[in-house]
């Protein structure tokens, strides 16, 4: 769930804006559904012979998955790992009554290399957590851009010069503690968690 925690929170934030722009209370969240594992301790990982994914985690999963339940009966289906190849993978499919948008942060695909051997690539930035600079691969091109960084330094500086509230603020980020630890709750009992009756 440490990876989890931030399509967790742009999935409440999407809600809870949703509501407000329809004039109405934001949308919360009402339940939690989550499993867990340690996959890179399964005996199904183990008897592989050469490991590619880091197995050195210690006390927490490396898989898990979260089914949200949000008050107006909409759901968000939230899967993070660290047990997987390719890099960084950042991506939100969003299915509405009349759209489907995907969001492709990364690997974001405006620009794609391909390198017959890893050594080519060597010494530039391709992408985070890449295994190899072989083969095809998504390069950043701005990854601060397409991360966020930048409009986050934004809000943060037209708070204090329009003395005015974050677009993400405290009850954001108290929502996706409460996922998180329901998650874990969840996963332990393997029961659903009502958050908001």
Known sequence: MILGSHPIAAAIHLKSFEGRMKGERPIRVRSVVADMAPMTKSAAYQSVERHWIVTDWVDVE?????????????????????????????????????????????????????????????????????????????????????????????????????DRQPLSDGQLARDVLEVIYSAYLSYETGKRIDILN
């Open 62 to 162: 490396t898989w898990a998955s979260v089914i949200i339940t949000f008050t107006d009966g909409t759901k968000a289906v939230v899967l993070a790992s660290f047990a997987v190849l390719g890099g960084v993978r950042n991506v939100m499919d969003i299915y509405t009554s009349n759209s489907v948008i995907q969001c492709n942060m990364t690997p974001n695909d405006g620009v794609m290399v391909y390198a017959p051997s890893p050594d080519v690539f060597a010494n530039e930035f391709i992408a985070e957590k890449l295994e190899t600079k072989a083969g095809w691969n998504f390069a950043s091109s701005d990854e601060e851009w397409a991360r966020g960084y930048i409009q986050e330094m934004q809000d943060f500086m037209e708070c204090i010069a329009w």
